[in-house]
């Protein structure tokens, strides 16, 4: 591993945080640039909110939840339960320290900064020493269109509605260019990892960016994968699987997915046989990560097994 | 006190908040209207804050810090503290359930609603039957020119210097339109109230408003000092008295400040004499509130001495 000067892992919220809060122990300080996201970005009493980025910073500076795996620890609600009083929206259950995020960086796009520099600025307040970018710059809005009940921009979707509504297809709504830094920290890396997000809804608006699938092409990509023994380690991805693919919900689904970007995935022991002659190297483990110790370790194996690929 | 039908009350926060506490009790509950100053309204983390509104809806409703006087009982400050981790303004304190406050407020003018139909709709939402009007709908600012550090608009001379440069000169700046409903109010009124608040900072601003001080000199007008034996119940008004003035805080002065609008005032027992000889009713008492039903006691005899004045 420790010719392994440059990675590059592409994230959304809680998963692929987890496997960051272990990359990030694992390779040297200036090795990990981190792709998140920003889908999922919307507003919400008047607030920008990033959950993706949110996610990854809470985790890597180790202000967040553990257990829950987002949002802060010691967290309180005493906002929600005011707006709740006055009659507002109270779907989305915004934290009151979580809220301090969300004011800072509200404050500052309407200062006319750009979300990059300001996750820059952020991640680096709370002591973060990798480098963070968020995908793209300007907003570009992840879309559910739905079996019942129409479009639905993805929170509303998937927190208001708990993705109960089946998923028809999804796109992308709004800018195509990636954040400043993206294509050249992908250029310039020795690996490239998939953390275990959502493919549909997590890891396909970064590759929805001009250039990003083009330049991770001609890299070393490997993944991690984020079904495990035929179901989601979090949220609703099998079942996407089995209606947008029509088929059930496997490691291999994952690979086919990515369409032959991934020369590696490591998935869960007694998953190997799923990936099946993709041309795809697969590795076996434990990939559920329970506690902090178990993300280094995971971390680990991954960029052994990474190594091992040509 | 039973032929009071309608009564109007002009206050700014602490103070006036406590009185108002009181009348709210000492009278039926559709008797009462309250015009409460705006001109400490300010932005901060890109929220609009409205302090004496605020005040007066936390005192109202039962759920303010009452020894304090401001603020939310049972706050926590966790999205402070996080915005302090990442280096932003922390010289305003704001809680975390005060935060639900400002949230909905500011989203609902952006939405465009008015200051007065947003007032309406929270002081209901919390139970607040007394009818409460912001002085104006759109902003009036008060500044303070300083001896020493130039012009400050009131909160960064209040708050942020803690109101400690001394003060040339107090002026608006904004608009001189009273919000929907002071005049009528006014007008209709049987007695008008001037709380125990700032006359510089707190009642000025709202006398300025067009038309609010003719309609007030066709009323029966009495105050609650916030003068007591030469110094200010809370804040700096003695000190502004004296630069201002040229003369020393005592309810004489407050009377003399009002030009002859007021035709009784009511002042802590042994203050009488300062009034002298000025064709206003003085009427002592036990004028500090440390409670709610010193409030409720000093409201009646307030209500029973104006009921003295022709």
Redesign the interface.
């Known amino acids: 591993m420790n010719d392994l000067r440059r990675v590059v892992c592409l994230s959304g919220g809680v998963g692929g945080a987890r496997l960051l809060h272990g990359l990030a122990r694992a390779l040297p300080a200036d090795a990990l640039t981190v792709i998140v996201n920003t889908g999922d970005d919307f507003r919400h009493?008047?607030?920008y909110i990033a959950p993706d980025l949110d996610t990854v910073m809470y985790t890597l500076s180790g202000l967040g939840h553990e257990a829950r795996g987002w949002g802060?620890a010691e967290?309180?609600f005493?906002?929600?339960?005011?707006?709740k009083?006055?009659?507002?929206d109270d779907w989305f259950a915004l934290?009151?320290?979580?809220?301090?995020?969300h004011?800072?960086r509200?404050?500052a796009l309407?200062r006319g900064e750009t979300l990059s520099a300001i996750t820059a600025?952020?991640f680096e307040?709370?002591g973060v020493a990798t480098r963070v970018l968020p995908m793209a710059d300007a907003p570009c809005r992840t879309m559910i269109d739905t079996d019942s009940d129409g479009t639905l921009p993805f929170q509303q979707w998937f927190v208001r509605r708990r993705a109960v509504p089946a998923v028809k297809r999804v796109w992308f709504d709004g800018t195509r260019t990636p954040a400043p830094g993206v294509i050249e920290a992908i250029e310039g890396a020795d690996l490239c990892i998939i953390g275990p997000s959502n493919p549909y809804v997590s890891v396909d608006p970064i590759l929805a960016m001009d250039g990003v699938r083009a330049a991770l092409e001609r890299r070393k990509v490997v993944a991690l994968s984020p079904i495990v023994g035929g179901r989601a380690v979090k949220g609703p991805l099998a079942e996407m699987i089995q209606t947008l693919r029509g088929e059930p919900a496997s490691p291999g689904a994952i690979v086919r997915h990515y369409e032959g970007l991934l020369r590696g995935i490591f998935v869960e022991e007694g998953d190997e046989p799923s990936v099946g002659a993709s041309g795809c190297a697969v590795r076996g483990g434990r990939t559920v990560m329970t506690d902090r110790a178990e993300s280094l370790r995971l971390a680990r194996e991954l960029l052994e097994f990474a190594a091992t690929i040509p």
Chains 1, 2 share one sequence.
């Open positions: 009493w008047g607030l802060l967290e309180t005493g906002a929600l339960e005011m707006v009083r006055y009659g507002g934290g009151d320290r979580d809220l301090g995020t004011l800072v509200t404050e309407a600025r952020l307040r709370l």
